[in-house]
């Protein structure tokens, strides 16, 4: 299984990205975060 840092480091995100996309945390943009799942 894969870690937050595998795919942040694939995805060319930082870990604390990856964890907010994840989350859906509120400081994440939705237009944003439909970019972000895409990459991931």
Do not use: C, Q, W
């Not at 990205?17 to 990459?39: A, G, M, Q, W």
């Amino acid at each position: 299984m894969a870690t937050i840092a595998d795919v942040a480091k694939l995805a060319g995100l930082s870990r604390a990205t990856v964890s907010r996309v994840i989350n859906n945390h509120p400081y994440v943009s939705d237009e944003k975060r439909d970019f972000y799942l895409y990459v991931i």
